[in-house]
């Protein structure tokens, strides 16, 4: 399954990949709108969040031979 995704990522240009993000960004604002309790989250558990789900891919991209 993997295998398959992964082809089809391949065909993904830069600007594609950039309007994920955008796509994701604004997911995320629609979320904490409709649960603002989540807006209250301490900045030092965002900061854990953010590089537990960044650490793998840093590590893929320029550690990895």
Do not use: H, Q
């Not at 240009?13 to 807006?39: H, Q, Y």
Request: proline share 5%; net charge positive; charged share 20%.
């Amino acid at each position: 399954m993997f295998k398959a995704l992964n082809e089809r990522v391949k065909k993904l240009t830069v600007i594609d990949i950039g309007l994920i993000k955008w796509s994701v960004l604004f997911a995320a604002i629609i979320i904490v709108k409709l649960f603002p309790r989540l807006s209250v989250i301490g900045y030092p558990i965002l900061i854990l969040l953010m590089i537990a789900c960044a650490a793998r891919p840093v590590y893929t991209f320029w550690f990895k031979k």
